[in-house]
Nanobody
């Protein structure tokens, strides 16, 4: 059974940091991404990592870092200098196929975690 399980969300003050984790089981994903969805808004791309370089949304570049530990089949999202507008439910997503394409759209991902809430107080 293929499963993605996120953890690490919580409440943090503006300017603070959180690290999200996403543990995959059942398969090894070539592409793993983080998306977020705030109330009343569409799910948006945050960051993606393949076995090569990461890609970030402009709104988080320089503040967030995505990384992966292939031995643990886990991807991380280190979030620094958090802002109130970063508050959302954060979802981990995965694609299995090996490809040179970097996927930024939620519709391109086959597998999703249940989400973890990030709240940023001002």
């Amino acid at each position: 059974q293929v499963q993605l399980v996120e953890s690490g969300g919580g409440l943090v003050q503006a300017g603070g940091s959180l690290r999200l984790s996403c543990a995959a089981s059942g398969r090894t994903f070539y592409t793993m991404g983080w998306f977020r969805q705030a109330p009343g808004k569409e799910r948006e791309f945050v960051a993606v990592i393949t076995w090569l370089e990461p890609t970030y949304a402009g709104s988080v570049e320089g503040r967030f870092t995505i990384s992966r530990d292939n031995a643990k089949n886990t991807v991380y999202l280190q979030m620094n200098s958090l802002k109130p507008e970063d508050a959302a439910v954060y979802y981990c997503a995965g694609r299995l196929a090996i490809t040179n394409t970097i996927y930024l759209a939620a519709r391109d991902y086959n597998y999703w975690g249940q989400g973890t809430q990030v709240t940023v107080s001002s």
